[in-house]
């Protein structure tokens, strides 16, 4: 009996006094600092690894400790100054619009969507110098998709980086 308490006192002992994970953000990385003042911080680690940041309506999935809240919705590209294109919602949800103004006499500009793997999911050539259109992204799961823009008369190209979201 002696032993089945003190064993009881012991184990109470250690639970009370042991410590469970600590939810501190924590990183090994060779150089990296914080900087705060009143108007905002900047932190930053050097060789930490790509992270990426998930987000609904309701909740905020981040890998990884350095999270930044810039998102990349254009990929460089050189810029056509006889065509301008305008591409929102970004995130979108359902329906995407692209939005296209040339300077061009007659036009012709490829526009193509393609997926993650690099399939080609959309395709069409516009001779018009206005052009707006509404791609529905409804079907496709959360991911992210490429739009290319292609002058055909100057062979410049533009992307655009789409990030498909489900609400």
Not at 5 to 25: E, N, R
Not at 82 to 109: G, H, R
């Amino acid at each position: 009996m002696k032993h089945s308490i003190l064993s009881l006192f012991l184990i109470a002992g250690l639970a009370f006094f042991s410590q469970a994970q600590s939810l501190i953000p924590e990183v090994i990385a060779s150089a990296g600092d914080i900087f705060t003042s009143k108007n905002g911080s900047l932190s930053w680690t050097l060789g930490e690894a790509v992270t990426e940041t998930i987000s609904s309506e309701n909740s905020l999935l981040t890998q990884g400790f350095q999270q930044s809240f810039l998102q990349i919705l254009k990929v460089d590209s050189p810029e056509d100054p006889d065509v301008d294109v305008a591409v929102y919602p970004n995130p979108v949800n359902d329906l995407l619009t692209v939005e296209i103004t040339s300077l061009e006499k007659d036009p012709q500009i490829q526009l193509e969507l393609f997926d993650f793997v690099g399939q080609r999911i959309y395709d069409q050539t516009v001779r018009s110098q206005t052009h707006k259109e509404q791609l529905d992204v409804s079907p496709f799961s959360s991911s992210l998709f490429v739009l290319r823009v292609i002058n055909l008369n100057s062979h410049l190209t533009q992307s655009f980086k789409i990030h498909k979201v489900n609400y």
